[in-house]
């Protein structure tokens, strides 16, 4: 079977990126914009970098801002309701996975009206028309929101998150600057960077991994390992080489699927708004153990781009183990947690494991599992 690779028509890398927004936009023919940001990023003066250029340019916009950091089915409706009233044409999207996630539901809902119920958006939903023209600009460098085909919505009535796949909803045109991602805290860059290198791990080891996706995989973790470290502690260095690195993780697994570290990670994000980063930093290192049968000759790749030293003379155990290692250092020297203790409950474990058995990202895991399966592996980080 052929292997399939979506990517951004466009997209821009390095500082001073942002300044190709307005071009994009008249190009395309554009004459107003629905900026999604979140309220935070008005506050601390981050979405008033785009919005400089659009007001010295006079090109019209409307700001929505009504967004969460686990962005909501209300969420989506609610934008839905504005961009239509807007008379918008068009979507700038700046920020996180959150704004993100809720602009591609927006853009998908809004050209797709039969697609109202945005439940009915989830797994690969058969839309006829891509999504309004969206300009993507992340903020932090972790989800690749701007690069993927996949956005995840919380569903509060059912207390559990959704992955919605779809090739119309990834943007044309996609605006990496790291100058918008210098006023990320440290806890949220350690969390969104982590949430890269799993982005990258989880999809240099999936089922459907490809020469494509390796090639895109291995060299972001190359960069990821490299950089976050630096980036945690702001240095342009480190904010560059992470900017890079999360892009080009999120071209590889947006098109071949992650695993059960993600699958188990929405759950907890859901249930108890823990930073999907975060959860996902925690879960890696156990998630790898339990793949190690399938997938551990594998590893040794992962680790030498994580240069780990002595790699090339161990055998394939001992060059599993320290890559898993390497992996549980990066994550400690960044500040996070190593266990779920006082995130988890154990009344919720059952709930969790049948959710994130029932995820989208599940299939994609190396070894087949179960709900008694990630039900242990749950028990296990508590």
Same mark, same amino acid.
């Given at each position: ?60 916009? !409307? ?12 969420? $989506?409706?609610?934008? $839905? ?33 039969e697609f109202a ?16 023209? *969206? ?7 972790? *989800?690749?929101? !701007? #690069? ?36 990320? =805290? ?14 990258a791990i989880e /999809? ?28 945690? !502690?702001? *240095?342009?260095? /480190? ?17 071949? /699927? ?9 759950? +907890? ?5 823990? =930073? ?15 793949? +190690?049968? #399938? ?34 250092? +990066? ?27 029932a995820d989208a990202?599940?299939?994609?895991? =190396? ?5 008694? !399966? ?9």
């Amino acid at each position: 079977m052929a292997d399939r690779i979506v990517l951004n028509s466009v997209s821009y890398h390095g500082h001073g990126a942002i300044e190709n927004i307005l071009g994009e936009l008249k190009s395309h023919g554009c004459t107003k914009a629905l900026v999604c940001t979140d309220p935070d990023l008005i506050k601390f003066g981050v979405t008033g970098k785009v919005t400089a250029l659009l007001d010295a340019a006079g090109f019209p916009y !409307e700001v929505y801002s009504d967004i969460k950091a686990n962005p909501t089915i209300e969420n $989506v409706q609610h934008g $839905v309701s504005v961009f239509n009233a807007s008379g918008a044409d068009s979507i700038i999207a700046i920020g996180g996975g959150s704004a993100m996630d809720t602009s591609k539901a927006i853009g998908i809902i809004a050209n797709n009206p039969e697609f109202a119920d945005v439940r009915s958006l989830e797994g690969v939903a058969p839309t006829k028309k891509h999504a309004v023209f *969206t300009v993507a600009v992340p903020t932090t460098a972790g *989800t690749a929101a !701007e #690069v993927t085909i996949n956005y995840v919505i919380t569903d509060v009535e059912k207390k559990r998150k959704f992955v919605c796949v779809d090739t119309n909803d990834i943007p044309e045109v996609a605006v990496v600057d790291p100058d918008m991602m210098s006023t990320m =805290p440290k806890g949220l860059t350690a969390a969104t960077g982590m949430d890269a290198l799993t982005h990258a791990i989880e /999809g240099y080891i999936t089922k459907a991994h490809c020469t494509i996706s390796d090639m895109f995989h291995l060299e972001a973790i190359k960069l990821i390992s490299a950089n976050l470290r630096g980036a945690v !502690e702001n *240095t342009p260095e /480190g904010r560059e080489g992470m900017a890079l690195g999360q892009y080009i993780a999120g071209m590889g697994f947006s098109n071949v /699927g992650l695993g059960v570290v993600h699958s188990m990670a929405h759950g +907890l994000s859901a249930l108890y708004d823990t =930073p999907h980063g975060v959860a996902c930093a925690i879960i890696l290192p156990t998630g790898l153990e339990y793949n +190690l049968p #399938v997938a551990g000759k594998r590893y040794r790749a992962i680790g030498k781009a994580m240069c780990v030293a002595g790699i090339d003379s161990m055998d394939d155990d001992e060059a599993a183990l320290a890559t898993i290692a390497a992996i549980k250092k +990066l994550s400690k020297d960044v500040g996070i947690p190593e266990n779920l203790k006082g995130i988890l409950k154990e009344e919720d474990v059952q709930f969790l494991a049948e959710s994130a058995y029932a995820d989208a990202c599940r299939p994609g895991n =190396p070894r087949d599992t179960s709900v008694e !399966e990630i039900t242990e592996l749950y028990k296990s980080l508590m």
